[in-house]
Nanobody, 127 residues
Framework: QVQLVESGGGMVQAGDSLRLTCVASGRATSKAAMGWFRQAPGKEREFVAAINWGGAVTHYSEAAQGRFIISRDSGSNTVHLQMNSLKPEDTANYLC????????????????????WGRGTQVTVSS
């Protein structure tokens, strides 16, 4: 059984920062690439950022590029998403995800790349 547990969400004002953390457990995640998606009410799940097993390769959405930083603790399945200069449009439930490959394929920005999902942590940004 694979479990992904997110934390760090909250209610902040525009311009503030938040740091999300996700911890993955379970044998299947021993060398997993990990990522973050977000989903706002009535909208589709949207890719935010991803990082490979070694931590050397990252991908970001256009909305996240330059404001968010994804990182992972060395040799572990703990990943962080540092979110700076938050905007009201960043308001969503942020979901952690992991795969079974460890590397990031061309489909990394779609849900079909990913095998496991957490329940999410809510981020609300007020103007």
């Amino acid at each position: 059984q694979v479990q992904l547990v997110e934390s760090g969400g909250g209610m902040v004002q525009a311009g503030d920062s938040l740091r999300l953390t996700c911890v993955a457990s379970g044998r299947a995640t021993s060398k997993a690439a990990m990522g973050w998606f977000r989903q706002a009410p009535g909208k589709e799940r949207e890719f935010v950022a991803a990082i490979n097993w070694g931590g050397a390769v990252t991908h970001y959405s256009e909305a996240a590029q330059g404001r968010f930083i994804i990182s992972r603790d060395s040799g572990s399945n703990t990943v962080h998403l540092q979110m700076n200069s938050l905007k009201p449009e960043d308001t969503a439930n942020y979901l952690c995800t992991a795969d079974s490959l460890g590397t990031l394929t061309a489909a990394v920005k779609t849900t079909r790349h990913w095998d496991y999902w957490g329940r999410g942590t809510q981020v609300t940004v007020s103007s």
